[in-house]
């Protein structure tokens, strides 16, 4: 591979091919042998790192001032993955002094007698570093040859260094993907597209960021520089299962739904046709009742989050208008069963003036809207279990309701049969 061509440095080519040794009985190993051995080992884990886990930070690895010391800061114990994939392993607090490490050119640029700079922004890096321990001498092979030394192990570890900021190298290794600019393609059609373009090329450069230092002069004459840390804008984070999972889970994880209603039937939820005497003996006396898989904040289910209406139609017009009924909305939870309920019951004025008294209802049958403002209903935070809003979205009409997002209205009708006398005057009257 040619040296200058840096934009496969740390790509998928940087070795072209991966080449193990062969064993067999007899075969001489030489440096060369134990050397591919473990260079195909480690390639290979450093190709998976920086290509399918990615680069950047892990865990741990912040930086805060060092107390009593203004012009220094420490860097805690961390893990990090650089732009090659090799991993930098930090087991004990650095501290790092805040003065800049300079490129040749700019020590001559520099005049003698130069004031101070107002500002300095520095970069707090950290790079892969191997480092060879365990010297050794080994004796002369030949009798014109002297002592000479080597090291018997090499040890993975790292430098954090302060460098000017404009110095460091910034710039991200690739384009981030976004299939919402391509809203006529599928996700997959999208990342399909971008992914057969070719991998992800990264310069020759080693600094992992691991914040931004930003020293300016201090009115104070105790400490006459000011100094301001930011960790965020520049650390580049590695995304793992755990990390991923963790915020999945927050956003759509461990939310309430919907699990059961009292109106369906054995084939129906959404849409189901009730007898009256099931209505009667169920929803008359008990209630509309609405079952939930988590406790629930008992505050937010009420009047105003818990809806029944009923479908009336206007005598002059013949239109349809849905009218809500007035009642009772309780909640109740039962911690020995894990149940958890919300009721609706309709008062029994109500049911007097409309559904039993004169009414289209009376005459026709009812068809009545079961409406949940899924926004406004809240569970009750529990251990590793934050409060989170209704997942009410009533998809098909299958139960648990749920689209995997917080919120969304349950809305969810049947359908009451008029009472037998009603609907053998109907008949009657249609001539049958």
Not at 26 to 45: A, P, S, W
Not at 133 to 140: A, D, F, G, R, S
Not at 234 to 244: C, I, P, Q, S
Request: proline fraction near 4%.
């Amino acid at each position: 591979m040619k040296k200058e061509d840096k934009g496969h440095e740390c790509g998928i080519c940087k070795i072209p091919y991966f080449e193990r040794n062969n064993y067999y009985y007899g075969k001489l190993m030489t440096v060369r042998d134990f050397f591919q051995e473990q260079c195909y080992i480690n390639e290979k884990r450093w190709l998976l790192n920086r290509m399918v886990g990615g680069w950047g930070v892990v865990c741990g690895l912040d930086v805060a001032l060092k107390e009593g010391e203004p012009d220094k800061v420490i860097i805690t114990p961390g893990f990090a993955i650089d732009r090659c994939g090799r991993e930098i392993l930090v087991c004990e607090e650095q501290t790092v002094t805040l003065i800049p490490e300079e490129c040749d050119c700019c020590k001559k640029e520099k005049k003698g007698g130069e004031e101070e700079q107002d500002e300095r922004k520095l970069v707090i890096c950290i790079e892969f570093y191997e480092c060879k321990t365990e010297q050794v001498n080994l004796p002369p092979i030949a009798c014109d040859q002297k002592e000479r030394g080597e090291f018997n192990r090499i040890r993975d570890s790292f430098k954090i260094r302060a460098i000017p900021r404009p110095e460091a190298d910034e710039e991200e290794c690739c384009d981030k993907l976004c299939p919402l600019e391509h809203k006529d393609k599928t996700v997959h059609q999208y990342l399909c597209d971008e992914l057969k373009e070719g991998c992800s090329k990264c310069d020759d450069q080693y600094c992992l960021v691991l914040a931004y230092v930003t020293i300016s002069k201090s009115e104070d004459p105790q400490y006459p520089h000011a100094i301001e840390i930011d960790q965020c804008s520049g650390r580049r984070l590695v995304y793992t299962n755990n990390l991923l999972y963790d915020l999945i889970n927050c956003y759509h994880g461990d939310l309430p739904h919907v699990i059961d209603v009292n109106w369906k039937n054995e084939t129906t939820t959404n849409g189901a046709t009730i007898k009256w005497d099931d209505f009667k003996n169920g929803i008359y006396n008990e209630g509309v009742k609405v079952w939930f898989d988590r406790k629930m904040e008992e505050n937010t289910i009420n009047e105003n989050t818990f809806l029944f209406m009923v479908r009336m139609e206007d005598s002059d017009t013949g239109n349809y208008r849905y009218e809500n009924v007035p009642g009772e909305v309780s909640y109740k939870y039962d911690e020995a069963t894990k149940e958890s309920l919300a009721t609706f019951k309709f008062t029994s004025q109500w049911i007097a003036d409309v559904y039993l008294g004169y009414s289209r209802v009376r005459e026709k049958g009812g068809e009545f809207k079961v409406v949940l403002k899924s926004d406004f209903i809240m569970s009750v935070e529990e251990k590793c279990k934050p409060a989170k809003a209704l997942d009410g979205n009533f998809i098909g009409g299958k139960l648990p309701s749920g689209n995997g997002t917080q919120g969304g209205d349950f809305e969810s009708w049947f359908y009451v049969e008029p009472k037998p006398e009603q609907a053998k005057e109907q008949k009657k009257a249609a001539g049958g």
